[in-house]
């Protein structure tokens, strides 16, 4: 039995070996060679490293662990990670796309396993590839705002990010011995050669078109978080300066389903601590000291722009009410439903005299679009914690 086994597998591979070496050679060309595999590949893991930083950073300013005391300074190094995560995000896109194409010959390898070890290393290709294609890609289907997916984004993008990054430790070392041979050029990666038809190829020229997309694909869209490239963002969803009061809007109040009369003149901002409830309503708040900071708006979509900002010191309000922020702060929104409805400040930031309730932006009162009548604006947070329309400020010892 096993015998009838064996040779109809043997026949078969008899079949498939000359299928499969075809393959191989006609997909192979001398760009495709180990040294620009190596120079693709240090761009693409440096993208990607920065990608795991930064996102990571981002993931533990929304989830603190209770220990950690977060950084308020600089005002925007949460503006500059973030906008680092995308702009090297979508850097990664044409590399990986790069990258697959100079060792795709490789996927025609035959036999397509030798050994135990082979079989290992294949198997972490495959995982690394597939979960590298699906987390870029979702990154930029989330920056446009468009979710066609069925499963939650930031769950599989952050569990993605692990596979991708230990896939690639894994990949770099069993290429180190590859990776160390290529790393500088050598003579024969100096000179363009010649195919079987006589066109000339040149590595450097396909390595310099492959830089040359990714550094099109950052200088065309992070003007929407770079100030110096604004006027060449053609291609990111938020331009600065537009919207109501010069500032983009991420959810409209009627995108919040925010009802005019829950902001009309019967709206006031509760304090709810040890020390009871007190209620500001605006002109209470508009009678208090007030203090003007430049912050940042930066979204976790990466788009940010510094703007100017005006209204109570939340240390202000909070003594006031007779609380002392000793554990997090919990916002409430007058917007009822959706992941920004509510939001936890932990008290590092409430502790900041940067920190405000803001009532006006940009010199004028905040447009309803921008959180009126009070919206809280802190120093190094993403823009999901911004609450608009504040309601409520829970205060925990
Ligand atoms: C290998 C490449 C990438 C890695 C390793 C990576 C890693 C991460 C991590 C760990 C987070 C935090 C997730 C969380 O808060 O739970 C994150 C968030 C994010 N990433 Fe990436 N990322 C990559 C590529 C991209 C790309 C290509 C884009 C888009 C251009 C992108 C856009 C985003 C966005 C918008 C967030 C914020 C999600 C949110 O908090 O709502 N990422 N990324
Ligand atoms: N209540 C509430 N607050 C919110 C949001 C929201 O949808 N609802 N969006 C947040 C997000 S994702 C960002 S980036 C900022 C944007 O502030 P802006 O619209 O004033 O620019 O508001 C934050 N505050
Ligand atoms: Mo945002």
Redesign the pocket.
């Known amino acids: 039995m096993s015998n009838v086994t064996g040779r109809a597998a043997a026949r078969l591979a008899e079949r498939i070996a000359p299928l499969m070496r075809r393959a191989h050679d006609t997909a192979d060309d001398p760009v495709k060679s180990p040294r620009t595999a190596v120079v693709v590949g240090r761009l693409l893991a440096t ?2 490293l920065v ?2 930083a ?3 950073y ?2 533990v300013l ?2 603190p662990a209770s220990w950690l005391v977060l950084p308020t300074r600089p005002v925007e190094l949460y503006r500059f990670t ?1 906008g680092a ?2 702009i ?3 850097a ?2 044409p590399l990986l796309l790069a990258k697959l194409w100079s060792v795709f010959p490789n996927l025609f390898t035959w036999p397509p396993v030798r050994s135990l070890p082979h079989l290992l290393e294949r198997v972490s290709i495959a995982v690394l590839v597939g979960a ?1 294609l699906v ?6 289907l ?2 446009v705002q468009w979710y066609p997916f069925p499963f939650s ?3 599989t ?2 569990a ?3 596979v ?2 230990g896939g690639l430790s894994i990949h770099v070392g069993v290429k180190l011995p590859v990776i160390a041979r290529h790393w500088r050029r050598r003579d024969e990666d100096r000179h363009g050669t010649s195919d079987a038809a006589g066109r000339v190829i040149s590595r450097r020229g396909f390595v310099t078109a492959v830089g040359a997309a990714a550094a099109s694909a950052v200088v065309l869209t992070a003007g929407q978080s770079v100030d110096a490239l604004a006027p060449m963002n053609v291609f990111a969803p938020r331009r600065m300066g537009v919207g109501p009061q010069g500032l983009p809007v991420n959810r409209t109040a009627a995108q919040a389903g925010i009802a005019p009369a829950a902001v009309g003149p019967a709206w006031a901002l509760e304090v709810h601590s040890s020390a009871g409830t007190r209620a500001f309503d605006l002109d209470a708040l508009r009678r208090m000291p007030q203090t003007d900071v430049v912050l940042p708006i930066a979204c ?3 788009w940010s722009q510094s703007a100017s900002w005006r209204g109570v010191r939340l240390i202000d309000l909070l003594a006031t009410a007779g609380a002392e922020p000793g554990g997090p702060l919990v916002f409430t929104s007058v917007q009822a439903e959706g992941a920004f409805a509510r939001t936890t400040m932990p008290p590092e930031y409430a502790r900041d005299p940067l920190t405000l309730v803001a009532l006006e932006l940009n010199g004028s009162v905040l447009h309803l679009d921008h959180g009126y009548p009070a919206r809280v604006i802190a120093p190094g947070r ?1 823009g ?1 914690m911004q609450t608009k329309w504040l309601r409520a400020i829970e205060v925990t010892a």
């Open positions: 993208a990607f990608c795991f930064t996102g990571l981002s993931h929304q989830h973030q995560h995308v090297s995000g979508i990664a896109a590298a987390e870029v890609t979702i990154g930029l989330n920056i984004f930031r769950t993008h952050l993605l990010a692990w991708v990054i976790v979509e990466g993403p999901v």
